[in-house]
């Protein structure tokens, strides 16, 4: 694998680099008996065995969102090495799922994470609505001006297909300065703003499982669709994957037929998704249907 590491401190990342060279790519069939000894006798050494089989797999991960952020490059690696990890842990070798396939969903849910968490100094991503708008703002702009559109709030939005504020919104925040949550709010010089901050975000843990079955789930659908007649497309875009879903009565006018229709389409198509995903990602069973 050839590196560029251009921008990036050359010591400490080089060096790593030259390691990644000790560490043999590990093939699917190696992977799996690694992970079945950890799983039956806790082997630590198959473990890290394992992890270090699939470090290049993070680097090239870590290097795609390295180009679109302002993270460093080493930060990126560090945080996809943590979620290598998590899935080492978490991975069932008994499912018929190729380990780098199911880790490369928590090396990418770790990295994501890690940009939200650390773009501003108060996050900016929360909703999937929001995430989607914060990691395709700058590109669907790019995008949009190749085209020669300009790239309005409107467009952007229609585009990502999202809501028109949610997209002004994010603007905003990524436009705006970072306020120190140690400094006084305005005439009260005994408080700090974080001293009216309530904390709403779920564990670390849960985030992270819910960006890996939603990153999974996003990247199967288009797999999905090819299956489906363009009615049943239409009603897992606008209703079923969708932020904010078409009402089914507006459904049932756009296709002629009535809201219970719809509703009955609709939960055909949930469980042939869900079908199709469990073929393909038995180990998501008892998260999808939660």
């Known amino acids: 694998m050839t590196l560029s590491i251009e921008g990036e401190p050359h010591t400490v990342t080089q060096r790593y680099f030259r390691d990644l060279h000790k560490y043999k790519i590990l093939d699917p069939e190696k992977a799996r008996r690694l ?23 993070v680097v090239k991960i870590a290097k795609g969102f390295w180009r679109s952020n302002h993270a460093t490059f080493a930060d990126l690696i560090q945080e996809g090495n943590l979620g290598l990890v998590r899935a080492a842990e978490k991975f069932d070798p008994q499912k018929k799922v190729k380990f780098s396939y ?14 939200m968490n ?20 700058r590109k669907t702009s790019a995008k949009l001006r190749r085209r020669g559109i300009p790239p309005t709030s409107d467009a952007i939005a ?5 809501p028109e504020k949610d997209v002004i919104e994010m603007q905003q925040r990524m436009a705006a300065a970072d306020l120190s949550l140690n400094a006084p709010p305005a005439a009260r010089d005994s408080e700090e703003r974080v001293d009216h ?19 999974m789930v996003r990247e199967n659908a288009g797999r999905f669709q090819k299956h489906l007649n363009a009615r049943e497309k239409d009603i897992l875009e606008r209703r079923i994957l969708s932020d904010q879903p078409v009402t089914l009565a507006k459904l049932g006018n756009r296709h002629g037929v009535s809201r219970e229709r719809i ?20 180990d998501t069973e008892q998260r999808l249907y939660e």
Request: proline letters at 1%.
């Open 118 to 137: 650390n773009h501003r100094s108060v996050r900016l991503g929360t909703t999937q609505s929001q995430r989607r708008i914060f990691y395709n703002l």
């Open 263 to 282: 509703r009955q389409v609709e939960k055909k198509i949930i469980d042939r998704f869900r079908t199709y995903l469990l073929a393909r990602l038995p």
């Open 197 to 215: 901050l309530v904390s709403t975000s779920n564990s670390s843990e849960a985030e992270l499982e819910a960006l890996q079955l939603n990153s």
């Open 102 to 115: 199911y880790a490369t969903f928590w090396i990418k849910a770790y990295i994501q994470k890690y940009i």
């Open 158 to 162: 229609e585009h990502l297909e999202v």
């Open 35 to 57: 992970a079945r000894r950890f799983q039956r006798h806790d082997d630590r050494e198959a473990l890290g065995r394992l992890v270090k089989g699939n470090l290049r797999l």
